[in-house]
């Protein structure tokens, strides 16, 4: 029988680097699967198309009410949800969500390894918010959410990393998947 996967959930403000975090993991790592979430947000300029499902909220709502998500939350006015995962056989699966998403995943999947990704400090958040093209409200907007997150955050996380450089941040990471992989 081939093992049940492991989920690891990647939480953090936005502007700390999870997604880039996400994207070297699945580099280092094939036997990790990134599960693509929806979100009623609109593309950002220069966005992949594939970054996520873009829908509208009514087909949002209708995915939720035949339990396609495996959680969904509303973050600064959008929805955002994951669909029940189905990775490949050998895969485990790595989602990068808010910390509310992350705490339904705890109650459905108590086994799930969360981890919080931390900005070295705020002026490096916003630095990075304001790189990918935010305008200056939503910046000031993430970071003061970002604050509440952190500090949450730490509550249910069971690993921090702190992300200084993205190198350094995924060896972490991969460290603590190497670990769960030999404990099951
Ligand atoms: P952004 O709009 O910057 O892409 O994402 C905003 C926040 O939503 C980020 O913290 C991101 O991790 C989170 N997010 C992305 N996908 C999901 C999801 O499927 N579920 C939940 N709960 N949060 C998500």
Not at 4 to 25: F, H, N, Y
Not at 51 to 60: G, H, L, P, Q
């Given at each position: 029988?081939?093992?049940?996967?492991?989920?690891?959930?990647?939480i953090g403000p936005?502007g700390t680097g999870k997604?880039?975090v996400?994207?070297?993991?699945?580099?280092?790592?094939?036997?990790?699967?990134?599960?693509?979430?929806?979100?009623?947000?609109?593309?950002?300029?220069?966005?992949?198309?594939?970054?996520?499902?873009?829908?509208?909220?009514?087909?949002?709502?209708?995915?939720?009410?035949?339990?396609?998500?495996?959680?969904?939350?509303?973050?600064?006015?959008?929805?955002?949800?994951?669909?029940?995962?189905?990775?490949?056989?050998?895969?485990?699966?790595?989602?990068?969500?808010?910390?509310?998403?992350?705490?339904?995943?705890?109650?459905?999947?108590?086994?799930?390894?969360?981890i919080l990704l931390a900005p070295p400090s705020e002026?490096a958040q916003?630095?990075?918010?304001?790189?990918?093209?935010?305008?200056?409200?939503?910046?000031?907007?993430?970071?003061?959410?970002g604050r509440?997150e952190l500090a949450?955050g730490q509550?249910?996380a069971?690993h921090v990393v702190v992300n200084h450089?993205?190198?350094?941040a995924?060896?972490e990471?991969?460290?603590?998947?190497?670990?769960?992989?030999?404990?099951?």
């Amino acid at each position: 029988m081939p093992a049940e996967p492991l989920i690891i959930v990647l939480i953090g403000p936005g502007g700390t680097g999870k997604g880039t975090v996400a994207e070297r993991l699945l580099d280092a790592d094939e036997a990790l699967w990134l599960s693509r979430s929806w979100t009623t947000r609109s593309p950002r300029e220069g966005e992949a198309a594939d970054a996520y499902v873009f829908v509208d909220r009514e087909e949002f709502e209708a995915h939720v009410q035949r339990g396609g998500f495996l959680e969904w939350a509303e973050f600064l006015g959008n929805c955002y949800g994951t669909p029940v995962p189905q990775p490949p056989e050998g895969h485990d699966v790595l989602l990068e969500i808010e910390l509310e998403g992350a705490i339904q995943v705890l109650e459905r999947r108590p086994d799930a390894v969360v981890i919080l990704l931390a900005p070295p400090s705020e002026e490096a958040q916003a630095a990075r918010l304001r790189g990918r093209g935010d305008p200056e409200e939503h910046v000031v907007k993430r970071v003061a959410k970002g604050r509440e997150e952190l500090a949450r955050g730490q509550e249910i996380a069971h690993h921090v990393v702190v992300n200084h450089e993205v190198e350094q941040a995924v060896a972490e990471v991969l460290g603590i998947l190497d670990a769960r992989r030999q404990d099951r």
